[in-house]
């Protein structure tokens, strides 16, 4: 998936790429030197993949998303120098292995640690956006859904049925975000009967009860 | 007869006790005191207190205060009375009522001159003990009633209640009895309410304690009873007619025998049980009392049941349920085929949409009967008890809004009243050909009337405004001073903002008539003033406040025309610098003068929409053009030329060939112009009834409807947000509902997508997950 947004993202960098001699420590700037792309100054796609793949990262596990939301990744695929460098020095990790170890053991408790799992979430949307957009395609987020929620919460299964089969239309942050809060309130409501919908519940989420109810998929 | 010694107790008390004896009654009452021995006995007691007083030890060494003299004659007089009270004994012909009475009366008038009698000691000895603390000691009358409560009522108090009782049954059966001992001896109950603390405070302890309790568990009793069995044998009206009687016989009897305390327990007991206890059979009966239009007899139970003001409750919730599905029932039986009223079947549900004028108004006018009917109902029956008035304005709120034709099953819509309503009003307004005078029977008290019921105001107003504007461009309405009428009514009845489109229209005709006057004269000095139409109206009207939007498609106006136009688009722009015209061309309508009739006759005038003109226009310069070349010449989309052919053929002043309705619109069609038009009348109006047109109306007025609730819930939001910062999700949907009811009915789901739609553009934001902020 990381091939999606090819280059798109021309936001200015926060670190100045020629200058590396700033007290970081030199280790990490070499990791990252290795990684980046030589005329933007910072990692991008292929860069990514590469780093990834030195990680032991497969992109398409969760593992992927804890690391773009630990490194405070502006897009897809993408890593700025001092966002890096800071990070890692801060988390004592000089090398790819204790990389590794690091975001292994987040993302192993991100079933358990769902504050957590909320934060790397949310931050997903942001990371997941098309440039000038405010809403993600109903496709890219079902996908997003399947891989960060779909073992926590496995109603999801069902809600990505829904949007894929009848809502069919771009997803808002405000939908993104109460989506948690609504796996998390009904987890164990299996026929969603304490639901209430002139609560505060975005309407994408009144019509999937409803949608749910009427086709009897709540046994 | 000589007095005794002052200063001797016993040969005082000697003295006086017989004429004690005799003021108080003896046994026959044959021997009554005389005035002789009533003074000397007055006598007797004040100089015993006098000179006892005075004699030597008037002074007490130890206090230094006045010792005055009285408790040893008190002493005696508290025993005299004790024994005097004990051995009075009931003769054997009289019950113990009549004994008791008998003997009260007597012994209250003895009380009151025994009082004088000791006038002396009750001034001085009595007053002084009672003033120092002693609250066993008490003015001579007091201690007389005491002791009678004591040793007479106090002992015989069960059969006495029993007794009293008794002689109310009788009283109630309307049997013989003596209502002169009721009152003396219920009398007696209050009379002996003496409260020892301050005998001057009424007290009604043993009045309500020993006799009302009683009384009032004896009188639910007797009622009970009594309407059970009046009940089994009587039909409910004589069974209320009785119960009316009864309880002014209660009322009557309270005023004459009960302390005024008792009127309302009473009242409230009978009530209950004449009224609150037979309330479900009443209920019943109501609504066939009702359904017999028996006004006299439902006042009759309302006036009841008014009694009990938890029983008029449920009243007042089945009047309204009657009304409503009487409502609904009148509405499903309308009769929409109003020209053969013959013995068709009853149809069992009307059409989902009235197609005709007169259906529409046959519609309101049923509404309105309804409601009519049901006034007349609250004034005469229920004498316009406010409960009831309530009741009647929800249940037409009820079926006025929803019922089988203003949302007929499986229709999710707005419901179709207020559209109806506006049509209706749209009869009343605009001039009508003589022999159709549909508004004879309407008026603007019925406009009124439902319009005070309607939920989605914000509809009728978008459909009635839609229809002023036709009337005021087409000058099909009657008078201005009715069409100010309404509004103001409206205005009065709603608010001045829901006016103010309407408002703002009449101003645009205002000001389009003092441009049409410019406009003739600006004319005046044109060259080409020949080719400029003079009999030329033209309305500039406010985009935002008239419900038509310009003409979206091209159209190429015939050349004829065009020297009007650009005299008025110069002119327009010479005064208005900046603003910009938009014509509306699908709204243009005139008049040609066409000489087709039969040689020497006057020609005919037609009345044409401006695209029926640009088409026929063009039949100056031949006789026959194909579909393909009026498209052309048009330049209209292809339905607008059709539509406004077919009228044209239809009232054959165009010839279709081939003829097939359905080939209208091919391109090969042709049509040709008669030579020769035969019609009764002189004047021809091909201009109605164009069908694109109406249907894209509806579509829009109800898309305008939507939009409108949508800016109007989203601005409501704001602006609720704007003042409170942050609020909770329930009283930001509760508020709105609030603020949008006097317009319509907002849905939760709405204001949920307003609420999304305004955090998407960053004007609120969640807070939790179930508060919002306003984003400055």
């Known amino acids: 998936f990381l091939s999606k947004h090819p280059d798109s993202h021309n936001r200015p960098t926060s670190g100045n790429a020629t200058t590396m001699d700033n007290g970081q420590d030199q280790k990490i700037v070499n990791i990252f030197n290795k990684y980046k792309d030589q005329s933007s100054g910072k990692i991008e796609i292929e860069g990514t993949i ?97 891989l960060l929620l779909q073992e926590v919460f496995p109603r999801v299964e069902l809600w990505t049925e829904f949007i894929n089969d009848d809502w069919q239309k771009p997803i808002t942050r405000d939908a993104w975000n109460m989506l948690f809060l609504f796996l998390q309130d009904f987890e164990k409501d299996p026929k969603l009967e304490n639901y209430d919908d002139a609560a505060s519940w975005p309407s994408i989420i009144d019509s999937f009860v409803e949608w749910a109810k009427e086709n009897e998929k709540l046994e | 007869m000589s007095l005794p010694h002052p200063d001797d107790l016993q040969e005082t008390w000697a003295f006086i006790e017989p004429s004690l004896y005799k003021i108080l009654g003896t046994d026959d009452d044959s021997d009554g005191v005389t005035p002789d021995e009533y003074m000397s006995s007055y006598t007797a007691v004040y100089n015993y207190c006098v000179s006892r007083s005075k004699g030597g030890s008037t002074y007490r060494s130890s206090t230094n205060s006045i010792l005055l003299i009285g408790s040893e004659i008190y002493a005696r007089l508290k025993n005299f009375l004790t024994n005097y009270v004990l051995q009075l004994t009931k003769r054997p012909d009289e019950t113990f009522l009549q004994f008791y009475v008998r003997r009260w009366r007597r012994y209250t008038i003895g009380a009151g001159y025994l009082n004088n009698v000791f006038d002396y000691m009750n001034r001085y000895w009595v007053s002084k003990e009672r003033s120092d603390g002693r609250r066993d000691i008490y003015d001579v009358n007091t201690l007389a009633l005491l002791t009678w409560r004591e040793n007479m009522f106090d002992i015989n108090c069960n059969i006495l209640v029993a007794e009293i009782l008794e002689q109310i049954r009788l009283h109630r059966l309307k049997q013989q009895n003596s209502p002169a001992l009721l009152t003396h001896s219920i009398k007696s109950f209050v009379m002996l309410g003496i409260d020892i603390q301050d005998l001057k405070k009424p007290n009604l302890g043993i009045y309500i304690d020993k006799f009302e309790k009683q009384y009032l568990i004896n009188t639910i009793e007797f009622y009970n009873t009594e309407s059970n069995e009046y009940l089994k044998t009587h039909n409910l009206i004589d069974y209320m007619k009785r119960a009316e009687h009864r309880i002014a016989d209660e009322t009557s009897f309270a005023t004459n025998f009960l302390d005024e305390r008792s009127r309302r327990p009473l009242l409230e007991t ?147 009243t207020p559209e109806y309503l506006a049509k209706y009003t749209d009869l009343l307004m605009r001039k009508n050909a003589r022999e159709n005078d549909v508004s004879s029977d309407m008026s603007e008290d019925d406009v009124m009337t439902i319009f005070k019921f309607i939920t989605d105001k914000d509809a009728f107003e978008s459909h009635y405004r839609k229809l002023l504007a036709k009337r005021l461009i087409y000058g099909t309405s009657m008078s201005v001073d009715t069409e100010e009428s309404i509004i103001s009514r409206l205005q009065k009845e709603n608010s001045v903002q829901y006016t103010s489109k309407m408002t703002k229209m009449f101003q645009d005709m205002k000001a389009s008539t003092d441009l049409q006057a410019a406009f003739a004269q600006y004319v005046e000095n044109k060259p080409n003033k020949k080719e400029i139409l003079d009999d030329f109206n033209v309305y500039v009207l406010a985009e935002t406040m008239w419900p038509f939007s310009a003409f979206k498609h091209e159209f190429s106006l015939p050349k004829e025309l065009m020297p009007t136009y650009d005299a008025l688009e110069s002119l327009y722009n010479e005064k208005h610098t900046g603003r910009q015209l938009k014509w509306i061309w699908n709204l243009c309508r005139g008049e040609i003068k066409a000489n087709i009739s039969k040689p020497g006759k006057p020609p005919f005038i037609l009345t044409m929409t401006l695209f029926q003109m640009a088409i026929i226009l063009r039949f100056n310069e031949q006789d026959t053009y194909t579909f393909a070349e009026l498209v052309d010449i048009l330049k209209l989309p292809e339905e607008y030329v059709s539509g406004n052919l077919a009228p044209l053929i239809k009232y054959k002043l165009l010839n279709q060939s081939p003829p097939d309705a359905a080939k209208i619109g091919e391109t090969s069609t042709k049509f040709t112009v008669v030579k020769e038009y035969r019609s009764k009348r002189m004047r021809v109006n091909f201009a109605s009834n164009i069908k694109i047109e109406q249907k894209q109306e509806l579509e829009e007025t109800t898309k305008e409807i939507e939009q409108g609730r949508e800016m109007f819930l989203q601005a409501c939001i704001v602006r609720i947000m704007k003042a409170r910062k942050q609020l909770k999700h329930v009283l930001l949907v509760n508020e709105v509902i609030q603020q949008s009811h006097t317009r319509f009915k907002a849905q939760v789901s709405d204001i949920k997508k307003a609420i999304e739609n305004l955090i998407e553009r960053e004007y609120l934001r969640r807070v939790d997950s179930d508060t919002y902020e306003y984003v400055a």
């Open chain 1, 50 to 146: 590469q780093y990834l793949q030195d990680l032991g990262i497969d992109p398409e596990d969760p593992a992927s998303l804890v690391l773009s939301y630990t490194l405070g990744s502006p897009s897809t695929g993408v890593f700025e120098r001092d966002s890096f460098v800071d990070t890692w020095e801060a988390l004592d990790c000089t090398d790819l292995p204790s990389m590794t170890t690091f975001i292994k053991t987040k993302t192993a408790n991100l079933h358990t640690n769902l504050p957590y799992l909320r934060k790397v979430y949310e931050f997903t949307f942001g990371y997941i956006l098309e440039p000038h957009q405010k809403k993600v395609s109903a496709e890219d987020a079902a996908m997003y859904w399947q």
């Open chain 2, 270 to 416: 009978v009530c209950k049980s004449l009224i609150e206890n037979h309330a479900p059979v009443m209920y019943e009966e109501f609504e066939r009392l009702l359904q017999q239009d028996q006004f006299s007899d439902i006042n009759r139970m309302y006036l009841l049941m008014q009694k009990v003001q938890s029983s008029l409750d449920p009243l007042a919730r089945k009047f309204e349920g009657y009304i409503k599905s009487e409502g609904l029932m009148k509405i499903d039986n309308m009769d929409i085929n109003d020209d053969n009223k013959g013995d068709r079947p009853v149809r069992k549900a009307p059409p989902k949409v009235l197609a005709t004028d007169q259906q529409k108004k046959l519609y309101i006018k049923t509404l309105i009967a309804v409601y009519t009917k049901f006034v007349s109902i609250v004034e005469k029956a229920f004498n316009n008890d406010l409960l009831f008035v309530k009741a009647l304005d929800n249940a037409c709120r009820g079926f006025i809004n929803k019922n089988s034709v203003a949302s007929p099953p499986g229709y999710k819509g707005t419901s179709k």
